[in-house]
C-alpha cells in the first residue's frame, strides 16, 4: 500500500462499501471524542487525545479491523461475540453495519483506560 498523508487518503484507496464503513467509523470515533486528533501511525488511521492514541482502523478484503486495545474487548466480548476478535482488534465484515453503539462505548472506555494512565504517571 502507497505510503498515506492523512486518514482521507488513506479512505480513498478502497472500494465504495469500504470507504463507506470507514467514513460510519471515522464519525462514530469522532461523535464518541469529538477532541480527538486524527492521524496516520503505523501506516493506518489512528485517533489521538492527549498525545496517546486511542484507537485505530484498518481495511481488508473482507472486514474492517478496529484496534481499541486488549481492555476495551475484554469489556465487551459478550457483545462483539458474533464478530472475529483478539486480543486487541475486533473485525467489521465488509458490507454488514458497523455496531455504532457498540463502537461508540468502546472508544469511550478507551478514553477513560487512557485519562486514567495520564492521572497515575
Excluded at 5 to 18: D, G, M, V
Excluded at 19 to 48: G, Q
Excluded at 93 to 99: D, Q, V, Y
Amino acid at each position: 500500500m502507497k505510503e498515506v498523508k492523512n486518514i482521507n487518503e488513506y479512505i480513498s484507496l478502497f472500494p465504495e462499501e469500504a470507504k463507506e464503513m470507514m467514513e460510519t467509523l471515522r464519525h462514530t470515533i469522532l461523535k464518541a471524542v469529538p477532541d480527538a486528533e486524527e492521524v496516520i501511525s503505523y501506516k493506518m488511521p489512528a485517533f489521538k487525545v492527549n498525545g496517546r492514541i486511542l484507537v485505530y482502523f484498518a481495511a481488508f478484503k473482507n472486514h474492517i479491523g478496529f484496534y481499541p486495545g486488549a481492555a476495551p474487548i475484554a469489556a465487551f466480548q459478550e457483545e462483539i461475540a458474533k464478530y472475529k476478535s483478539a486480543k486487541g482488534s475486533v473485525q467489521f465484515p465488509i458490507g454488514k453495519p458497523i455496531p455504532v453503539g457498540l463502537v461508540t462505548k468502546m472508544t469511550k472506555f478507551r478514553l477513560k483506560e487512557n485519562l486514567a494512565k495520564l492521572k497515575n504517571k
